[in-house]
């Protein structure tokens, strides 16, 4: 039951430059989309959110666009910086009954 | 910044013993949450829990799992009789609001997790 995919599971990219991070979703019911940050051996750190009637949210380097007709969402971070080698938890939420679904990550790279 | 906290941050126990992971939401949060992965899986929900009660479960939580608010700050999840494939990273998390807050304010921040290793 993958309702949330992310198809890539890494992505390398020059530091510096923009790092674009997909996601897609099957369940026309989410009413909220979230991405979250991952280190190793800790928790998912929440980075940017996105309401289902909106298109485009924007916070600092972080901007998430969502395209409701094509079910897809993307992360953009610039510029990228090392400090953004993680792992990106594309995530959705449902109204219904309160819970998060996770896609299963990309790791993200940056390159110096 | 307020945080969600998480104790123990390892716990190494024996097939079919009782565990309990124990959580501090952020202090202002009503809505509480449980969520595993298993080494190489996706974060997957276990629990929701508001106003003392449970609000939503997943198929994973079954009778061998229980939540408890046992006062005003702790929020723990009970794994009765643990069995190997319980092995994996315990996540609490926790909301200010849930579905249908007036914000729409759903944004669940997590806890660091527990490493639960059933041997």
């Known amino acids: 039951d993958q309702q949330v995919k992310q198809n890539s599971p890494s992505l390398s990219v020059q530091e510096g430059r923009i790092s674009i991070l997909n996601c897609d979703y099957t369940n026309s019911m989410f009413d909220y989309f979230l991405w979250y940050k991952k280190y190793p051996a800790e928790g998912p750190t929440f980075l940017i959110s996105i309401s289902s009637i909106k298109d485009k949210n924007e916070d600092g380097r972080f901007t998430v666009f969502l395209n409701k007709s094509a079910k897809h969402l993307s992360l953009h971070i610039v510029p990228s910086q090392p400090g953004d080698s993680a792992v990106y938890f594309c995530?959705?939420?449902?109204?219904?009954?309160?819970?998060?679904?996770f896609g299963k990550g990309t790791r993200l790279h940056i390159l110096p | 910044e307020p945080e969600v906290t998480q104790t123990p941050s390892h716990q190494v126990t024996q097939m079919g013993q009782e565990v309990i992971l124990r959580c501090v939401p952020i202090?202002?949060?009503?809505?509480f949450y449980w969520y595993r992965q298993i080494l190489g899986q996706k974060v997957e929900f276990l629990v929701s829990?508001?106003?003392?009660?449970?609000?939503?479960k997943s198929e994973i939580f079954d009778d061998q799992f229980s939540v408890e608010r046992p006062d005003g700050s702790n929020f723990t999840l009970k794994i009765r009789s643990t069995k190997l494939e319980d092995s994996a990273m315990y996540f609490c998390?926790?909301?200010?609001?849930?579905?249908?807050?007036?914000?729409?304010?759903?944004?669940?921040?997590f806890g660091p997790g527990t490493r639960l290793l059933v041997l």
């Open positions: 998390a926790s909301s200010e609001s849930g579905g249908g807050g007036p914000l729409g304010g759903v944004t669940q921040y």
């Open positions: 995530a959705a939420h449902t109204n219904r009954d309160d819970k998060i679904i």
């Open positions: 829990f508001y106003n003392n009660e449970i609000s939503e």
């Open positions: 202090s202002n949060h009503l809505y």
